[in-house]
């Protein structure tokens, strides 16, 4: 009788030490480009004064004496700075790289040869979710509740997509839910976001959306989906694409990309001295 097609496939060969040598230095490369970053656009967001910041709000319910109703009120309950946001995500991917290269690889490595990369899903994790608040507050997204949800939301969309290469661990045919619960995750900052906008635009009396919060949301929307297409082509299995480590290595570049773009869209329309 043969094996079912979703059967364990035998046990994953190490990776071969040419490629092995060829990641150390992708990830050292790349940790020292994250992290040159980081420090560029920290020195650079404190050269402008004062500091580029975006307010951060709660929203709760007041009882108005006068009127005897309960109302929505606001205040204000901090001043997220942009500058330093952006240089957070810069650092998370340098740990991330620098833990690849050097304290976890042969732990990061083992996993790689299983089809699974957990440490690219934990840093993406936070610092896409890091990337994606930044993108809402330039929007004017300021209610924290709503900012703490596009956090999560996104947060989630990664999970999903560690724990759809743990569930595709040995089976011929992939199994498809993870992936698709976690585009539908995905989707609900991008709508928030999307919806902002549209109501700022609409708004007679509102200020006009600047350009390169326009720009960042269309860019930016189009990297973030680049990363779901190569995980489809990884597990289709198209092209170059059957070879597992050649979408880790896309991953890295794409990564590198995005968070390149935001930072130096960001710079050029908030942080510029």
Known sequence: MSAPAAAVAAPARAIPAD?????????????ALHLVQAAAI???SFAKSPVVTSPVVGTYLHFDETTKHLVTAQR??????????????????AIAHFSMAFPARRWYEAHLARGQNPIRWIEYAFSSSVMIVVIAALAGVQEVGTLIAIFGANAAMIMFGWSMEIANEGRDRPQWLHYIFGCIAGAVPWLVIFATIVISATEPNSAPIPGFVIAIFVTLFVFFNVFAINMVLQYRKIGRWRDYLYGERAYMLFSLFAKSLLAWQVFFGTLRP
């Open 42 to 44: 920290l020195a650079l």
């Open 19 to 31: 490629r092995s040598t060829s990641l150390f230095r992708w990830n050292a490369i790349l940790a």
């Open 76 to 93: 204000s309950i901090w001043d997220m700075p942009i500058g330093p946001a952006v240089a957070l995500f810069f650092l998370m991917s």
